[in-house]
C-alpha cells in the first residue's frame, strides 16, 4: 500500500496505510497484487483500527483491498467473493462514520462487484451443463419470436466451450465497469435477468429507446423461461414464465422503467392463449390436444398470471394491482383483453 522510498511514522504505520489507501481510492489506482498473508496482515489492521473507533480508516483500507489488483497463482488471485466481502466491510465501517459520501461511493462499487460475481456464477453453471463443450444458442432469443421487438440486438449466439472459458478468464481478473460487464458479457451471453437488474441500478442504458430495449429484454427471459422445458405441459410452461416474473420483477419494483407491468401481463396472457408463436415454427403437432389442455387450463393460467403481478408489485388487493399496472386486463377480468383486442386468459377468441 505505501510507495516505495515514502516516509513513514514508525509511531502509527495504520495512519500511513490509511492515507494509502484513500489516495488509491480516489484517484482510481489499484492496489496490489497481494499475497494472501499481507491481505491477514491488512484485515488484521482493519480489526484493530475498528477496535479503536477508526471506523473511517477501516473502511478505506477495506475498500482498497476489495478493488485490488488480482495476480498470477493461487497466491496473488483475488476471488470475487472476497472482493464482494471487503466491500460491503468496507460500506459498513462508512456507515459507522458517517461518510455519507463514500459510502454511497463504495455500496456502488460492491453492486457493481456483485453483477460481476452473478455473471461467472452463471457462466461457471452454464459450462458444467455444458454436453461435450459443442457450441449451444444462448437464451431465449425473443427477436425470433413473431411480434418480437429487436432493439436490444440479436438474439445471442455465443456460449462454445473456448468461448466460456475466455470469459471466465476476463471475469476473474480486474474489477470491470458496468458497461463493460453489460456489453460485453450479460447481454452476448443471454443474461436478460441481469441485463434488467443492470438497468435498474444503472438508471437507464444510454442510448437508443430505453423502453423498447426492456421490453425486448422481457421478451427474452419470458420465452427463456417458457422454454426451459419442451416436456412440461402448457400450464406447466407458464408456470415456469411466471415464476420468472415473480422472481425477477419482485427485485425492480417499484421501477417503472424496468418492470413494464402491462406489457409482462399481455405478454404472460399471450403465452397462456399460445398466440405467441416462433417465427417459422409449423405449431404443435397435436394441435387439437393442445387446445384442449389450453382450454382446461383457463382459469389455472389467470390465476397465475395475477399471482405473480401481485408478488412484482408486494400488494395482495385486486384494486392495488390495477393501479400498480396501470389498467391491464389480467386485473380486471378472468380472461383479459390485449392491446390488439384479443382474449388472452387461456382462450381464444376471435377478433370482433
Not at 11 to 25: N, V
Not at 38 to 47: F, G
Not at 243 to 260: E, K
Not at 329 to 342: E, F, L, M, N, V
Amino acid at each position: 500500500l505505501v510507495p516505495p522510498g515514502s516516509v513513514t511514522d514508525p509511531a502509527d504505520p495504520a495512519i500511513t496505510i490509511a492515507t494509502a489507501a484513500a489516495a488509491a481510492l480516489n484517484a482510481g489506482v489499484l492496489i496490489g497484487p497481494l499475497t494472501k498473508a499481507q491481505v491477514a496482515m491488512l484485515e488484521l489492521l482493519c480489526s484493530m483500527l475498528v477496535r479503536k473507533g477508526r471506523f473511517l480508516d477501516a473502511a478505506l483500507v477495506y475498500g482498497a483491498l476489495g478493488c485490488r489488483r488480482s495476480g498470477p497463482g493461487a497466491d496473488l488471485s483475488v476471488s470475487l467473493d472476497s472482493r464482494v466481502a471487503a466491500m460491503q466491510s468496507a460500506v459498513l465501517h462508512a456507515r459507522s462514520a458517517g461518510a455519507s459520501a463514500l459510502v454511497s461511493r463504495l455500496d456502488s462499487d460492491a453492486k457493481v462487484f456483485g453483477f460481476q460475481d452473478a455473471i461467472v456464477k452463471r457462466l461457471q453453471e452454464r459450462q458444467r451443463n455444458q454436453d461435450g463443450g459443442a457450441g449451444w444458442r444462448v437464451g431465449g432469443g425473443a427477436g425470433a419470436m413473431e411480434g418480437g421487438p429487436e432493439a436490444a440486438g440479436p438474439a445471442a449466439t455465443g456460449g462454445t466451450a473456448l468461448e466460456l472459458e475466455r470469459a471466465l478468464a476476463e471475469l476473474s481478473g480486474a474489477p470491470l465497469d458496468l458497461s463493460e460487464l453489460y456489453n460485453a458479457y450479460a447481454q452476448p451471453f443471454g443474461l436478460w435477468d441481469i441485463c434488467l437488474q443492470m438497468i435498474r441500478f444503472a438508471g437507464g442504458c444510454g442510448n437508443g429507446d430505453p423502453p423498447a430495449v426492456v421490453r425486448t429484454l422481457w421478451d427474452h427471459e419470458l420465452l427463456r423461461a417458457h422454454g426451459s422445458c419442451r416436456t412440461a405441459s402448457p400450464i406447466g410452461r407458464l408456470e415456469r414464465a411466471c415464476d420468472a416474473v415473480s422472481n425477477l420483477g419482485s427485485s425492480l419494483y417499484p421501477d417503472s422503467l424496468t418492470l413494464p407491468l402491462m406489457h409482462i401481463a399481455w405478454r404472460l396472457e399471450s403465452l397462456a392463449a399460445g398466440l405467441w408463436k416462433r417465427r417459422g415454427s409449423n405449431g404443435d403437432g397435436n394441435a387439437a390436444a393442445t387446445a384442449t389442455a389450453m382450454g382446461e387450463a383457463a382459469d389455472r393460467s389467470s390465476e397465475l398470471i395475477v399471482q405473480a403481478l401481485k408478488v412484482c408489485c408486494r400488494c395482495l388487493r385486486g384494486g392495488d394491482l390495477g393501479r400498480a399496472i396501470g389498467g391491464s386486463s389480467a386485473s380486471r377480468c378472468r380472461c383479459g383483453s390485449s392491446p390488439d383486442g384479443r382474449c388472452l386468459g387461456g382462450r381464444r377468441r376471435r377478433d370482433a
